[in-house]
């Protein structure tokens, strides 16, 4: 039963998103089949259901529609050719163990980006809703500026079939979510479409699907065109990568079963590849669908089983019953089901928590909208790095009392003059050591000497750094401490180590450093050895 409702899902948002990348229905209905049960075979999530997105769909018609007329079979083949590549990205990252790449992508960068996404298909299903027609490969704001100055064009009937179908679609999910509202209104928009002849009164349909199973076939295109892909692939194996796993994972999390993201990542790898090699195109996970089979009590891939199996049925027997689909319920069905990927409450929450956060969503959101999805995406990765510099750059740097415990931060809001024991100073760098933070951390500890010899706690004869915390070490950051040591000993500054990891041990050793200074296991070790002590005279 939840496969057949996933068939009513699937049939009619497939032939939408089909549309948004601008190509022929088959190529939706295709990606049901073959690889679907490939998918299902191999992925690790059981309830994980892999399918064509609104996502991937934009991304596909933005980034080859400059390289051939969509419908056209170059076209197509463009976009069998970017699904298998996409594959091979995935199956990559898989044999590498590369699935923790996924977390680069963060939260708002998702949102942000899917967001924008979002708002440019909804344009496009816009315009078919009201009978107008746009240019759907052109630039979002190109677009909207088509749309606006052909508003006059609106046909009549188009609107009324779209708002019915809007209405149904949103009163059918607030009071019997369990219906396939999608496949009811299709259903009653083509009956109303054939029985008052609104074909002829200007209303757009889906026209003629061919009948027959999906056939092995190949992309024929010569290796520039191929490489030509190769941005735009993986512009689209990021996104999956990020959204897929981040599913799979929620979803075994939730369900209590195991989570493998190399194993999904193949997954997605097979599926790909099957669908360039037979006339569809790039495939992810659809959240949406998945959330709908768990909410069926699905807790295994059989449900895609049976939808490929009806898929399958539809392309041999029942393709002649989709040539009357009106256009306008169709725009309507996939405008309802992509509304939410706006992120309106996710923005909200972002703008309460974190403001910077909050602006980088909203750069996301922009970038596809202002420049194109995929040099939206390298807007994206740019931020990720960013706002991951920002962060590195910024590592709490303590000075520790005598009995170990942090004080404030050795950064702006340092205390001036703070010392562990007479003559010494502990610093504790909570985080790894690398080109981010290395003149940073040399800078605090040069500010930490300065203001304990001028507040009256000086001379500092030593500075031991508690490398507890950090966890790797890379060259610049190396060259940084050596500097670091280099303004110590002229000053006469000595300088030890403190619980110092094996593996950072041994990356000392690597860079030449661990030679340079003592080591000592525990903060009191190093205390005991290096602080003054009293005499019996008190001396």
Known sequence: ??????????????????????????????????????????????????????????????????????????????????????????????????????????????????????????????????????????????????????????????????????????????????????????????????????????????????????????????????????????????????????????????????????????????????????????????????????????????PSVVLAAGALLLLLFGTALLADIPSPAIGAVVAVAIVPLLGIAEFRDLWRRDRFEFLIAATCFLAPLLVGPIAGILVAVVLALVNLAKRAANPAIDVLEAGGEPTDSLLDAAPRGSVTAPGVIVIRLAAPLFFANGSVFADAVKRAVDAAEQTGNGPVRHVVVDLEAVTDLDVTGAESFESLLAWLGRREIGVALSRVRPGIRRRLDDLGVAGRVDVYATNRAAIAALAPTRTEDGT
Do not use: C, H
């Open 1 to 302: 039963m939840a496969g057949v409702t996933l068939l009513a899902i699937a049939v009619p948002l497939n032939i939408g998103y089909a549309q948004i990348a601008g190509l022929p229905p088959t190529a939706g209905l295709y990606a049901l089949v073959v690889p679907t049960i490939l998918y299902a075979l191999v992925v690790s999530s059981r309830q994980v259901v892999a399918s064509p997105d609104a996502a991937a769909a934009a991304l596909v018609a933005s980034s080859i529609g400059g390289l051939a007329v969509a419908g056209s079979a170059d076209y197509a083949a463009l976009a069998m050719a970017q699904a298998i590549i996409s594959g091979i990205l995935f199956a990559a990252l898989a044999v590498f163990k590369l699935g923790f790449l996924a977390n680069f992508l963060s939260k708002p960068i998702l949102v942000g980006f899917v967001a924008g996404l979002a708002l440019d298909i909804l344009l496009s299903q816009v315009a078919k809703m009201l009978g107008v027609g746009i240019d759907s490969g052109a630039e979002f704001p190109g677009k909207l500026a088509e749309l606006v100055t052909r508003l006059g064009t609106t046909n009549g009937w188009s609107v009324v079939i779209s708002a019915v179908a809007v209405a149904v679609l949103l009163a059918g999910r607030r009071w019997a979510r369990a219906v396939p509202w999608a496949l009811v209104v299709l259903v009653a928009a083509t009956l109303a479409v054939v029985a008052g002849g609104l074909r002829a009164r200007g209303v757009a349909v889906l026209g003629e699907v061919p009948a027959g199973p999906p056939t092995l076939t190949w992309p024929m295109l010569d290796w520039s065109t191929w490489l030509a892909l190769v941005p735009s692939a993986i512009a689209l194996t990021l996104v999956t990568t990020a959204e897929g796993l981040l599913v799979s994972r929620s979803y075994a999390e939730k369900r209590g079963y195991p989570f493998r993201a190399n194993r999904d990542l193949l997954a997605f790898g097979v599926a790909n590849v099957a669908a360039g090699a037979q006339g569809s195109f790039a495939i992810g996970a659809s959240t949406s669908r998945t959330a709908a089979m768990d909410q069926a009590g699905a807790r295994t891939q059989l």
